[in-house]
């Protein structure tokens, strides 16, 4: 292994945890700033199939499923009360597990951590001190930051890397600005036992239209991860701390309030508010950003986890995969950077294009025009061939497995504007504010 630190990440969160570790797996030393402060609960406790495959890389799969719960899809509760069932079927995904897990963050996060401790990544226990830079660099460390760790040897790392999430420090720091969602939302969750999780297979998360909102049951080790998303306006009159705004939505909703009658809350309730950003820009001579300090997604489909690892990959394979020397060649590296940020940008459009279809309503009423379709003209009729085929496609654009597939992203948008009829219209289903 070089013996010199060439990276230095800002923030030991998931993303920032992978990376120092696949780049400790190529043998280039990487130092991480990290104060340990994080909250006991995170939103993004539901994974995909995708991250799955990245805990094989780094090799962790088996302690992940000793302290998590396996997930074996997602189940959509409509208002009406009609489901839509995804799981995750091998022939659907080819090649990707066909299962992923809903993990305790607190645990899984340490575990990341650990696990680039073990490849040799170096920890600094401490805020890193920034401030704009000078000599081809746009953010620096600050010289009392840098001497104040002494395995940089007082040489400034060549790349700086933002992973502080949605604290964006990077971005803050020099200005750039982003672009938001639409939604006024905010999230209230906690976990609880004895709350009813609706599953059909044990694990399987639960999505259900409130008459206003939305809400998550995850499925974990001996409790329920329950969670409502509203529009700010929706619990301006429910109580005025966070816990009294999810008790009173969840004894609101008629859906959760069944399920939750006997239920016993055994955490803090936790909010979140703007689920939707990205930003301007990525990167800068000496710097890049990824993960949450890039951009988030809304968390309905679960890709939030999935999206700060994988940038984390799209680093180590487009930048790091040849070695270090990459950093000495600030051209060549500004163009690998472009080429990451506009498949970023993809990704972020591709999440948002589907998740919109449920809060349109527009998946639920292609569900009941298919399933009318069937039950009209039998199992083996092409109605039901072409449900199948559908369905399948739908499952990969979820399962974040192929979520850019122009294929299956064109086919899905034909399908909710031609193949919808005789069926209540989006509207109905849609999620109200």
Known sequence: MNSKIEV??????????????????????TVVFDDDKRPDLLVGESLLPTVVGLMRRLGIEERVAAFSQHKPGVGFLARDGSRLDFLFPQRA?????????????????NLLRTRAEELGVTFVKRRAELETGGEGREVQLTAACLASVPELG??????????????????????????????????????????????????????????????WRIPLPERLSVGVV????????????????????????????????????????????????????????GWVSMGDAFGFV???????????????????????????????????????????FTELRDWHEAWGEVIEYFYDGRMYALHAAGEQ??????????????????????????????????????????AVTHLVWDVAPAEDYAIRA
């Open 8 to 29: 230095a990440i800002v923030g030991g969160g998931p993303a920032g945890c992978t990376l120092a570790a696949l780049l400790a797996q190529r043998g280039i030393r």
């Open 93 to 109: 995904i080819k090649g990707m597990p066909n299962y992923a897990y809903n993990i305790p963050r607190p645990e899984y996060d």
């Open 154 to 215: 007082g040489t400034h790392p060549k790349l700086l890397v933002d992973s502080t999430g949605r604290a964006r420090v990077f971005s803050k720091l020099l200005g750039i600005g982003a672009a938001r969602g639409k939604r006024n939302d905010v999230a209230y969750f906690a976990h609880f036992e004895d709350f009813d999780s609706e599953a059909q297979r044990e694990g399987q998360v639960v999505i259900t239209t409130l008459q206003h909102g939305w809400s």
């Open 230 to 285: 509203v529009d700010k306006s929706a619990v301006k009159d429910r109580g005025e701390t966070a816990e009294e705004r999810l008790e009173a939505t969840i004894d609101a909703e008629p859906a959760l309030a069944a399920a939750g009658k006997g239920r016993r809350r055994v955490t803090p309730v936790m909010t979140y508010t703007n689920y939707q950003l990205i930003s301007e820009r990525g990167h800068g001579p």
């Open 298 to 340: 809304d968390p309905m489909l679960s890709p939030g986890l999935f999206m700060a690892m994988h940038s984390a990959e799209l680093l180590d394979d487009r930048v790091f995969a040849g070695g270090a020397g990459i950093l000495d060649q600030p051209v060549r590296l500004a163009k690998a950077f472009d080429r990451i």
């Open 373 to 414: 379709l069937c039950e009209k003209y039998g199992e083996r009729a092409l109605p039901r061939l072409m449900q199948k085929h559908l369905t399948s496609q739908i499952t990969r654009l979820l399962s974040g497995v192929a979520t850019r597939s122009r294929y299956g992203r064109n086919l899905l948008r034909f």
